[in-house]
């Protein structure tokens, strides 16, 4: 799932997904947390029980008690997933189970499990319902996006310089989290278009710089970047090396401008990348050109390799390599 292989790569932690969460061994940073695209909250666990024997759980200091769930019953209970302290709750639901849901307890019923003075002011006390399994965990972080700010205000639509290529905010910003960089490396965009996945990667804390063989969408991405200290350059992707992580989403469809057909550009650039020492590249392209099989063919070993829709007639692959 794209939102757990996103926060692998931010983290570095190996991360067990189980439904909506995604947990880890051990905490993760909140500046870490805070540029993720997919991931809504983060909670301190305190404990994952059936929910037939919560029993009381005791919390130290006042609480306010809410309830995530809404998932039908599993057949079975879930695998029991390795000891956790932390977890982050993911965008994506999980799919509904076609069995007979079980009654879920209301937020009056989990009260009656916590030994804690109630206060609306205290933290967050969060029962997160599976099925039969309960995670009950401290809020410890909430992602802006959820009430408004954000990746909506950086919409493609809402640029300076806009092209209708343009991918949006939230998937670009994940694609650079994807390239597992650490704060202040430097990530490439060998086709930078308008600039969106470098001002995404400033805005997380890294050094970027792009290049594009289009002088069109250099002029665009210059608008879109004025306020920062990146440059742009026309260069032809095709004729440099790469030393560093690389973030991009490559050309395709009317708009843009390439010299060969598409297919062809991407098995070149792949065989450009396998004679380079790039750290790693997180790459977006059409699902439809099927990208993973000319990854393969030019020796790159494929680490993640997601497909995202985009509408009815469009869909995306995500490529680590």
Known sequence: MLAAAELHAASGQEVHRDGRLALTETPIRPEILQRLAYTLR??????????????????????????????????????????????ARLRQPERAMRNAPIREPTTAD??????????RDGRI??????????????????????????????????RSGFAPVSSDAKLLRCLVNLTGAK??????????????????????????EGSDIDTRMLDKARQNLRNTSVTVTQQDALNRTYDDFIASEFPFGQSTRVTMQ???LYLEFFRRLATSRYRRAALLLPDWARAHLIAKKAGLNVKVNE???????????ILVV
């Not at 399994?133 to 990746?151: A, H, L, N, R, S």
């Not at 704060?183 to 970027?208: K, S």
Request: hydrophobic letters at 40%; aromatic letters at 6%.
């Open 125 to 158: 006390l969060t029962f997160i319902i599976q099925g039969r399994m309960c995670t009950i965990g401290v809020e410890t972080f909430k992602q802006p996006e959820t009430t408004g700010d954000g990746f909506a205000a950086r919409h493609p639509s809402l």
């Open 42 to 87: 983060g909670f301190q666990v305190l404990g994952r029980r059936p929910l037939a024997q919560l029993g009381t759980i005791k919390v130290k200091g006042p609480v306010w008690v809410e309830k995530l769930g809404g998932i039908a019953s599993p057949a079975a209970d879930p695998p029991a997933a390795p000891k956790s302290r932390t977890a």
């Open 262 to 264: 598409p297919e062809e």
């Open 183 to 208: 704060h202040n490396q430097l990530i490439v965009d060998p086709f930078c278009g308008t600039g969106g996945i470098l001002l995404e990667a400033i805005l997380a804390g890294f050094r970027a």
């Open 307 to 317: 497909t995202v829709y985009v509408h009815k007639s469009l869909s995306k692959q």
């Open 110 to 119: 989990l009260l009656k499990h916590v030994d804690s003075t109630l206060a």
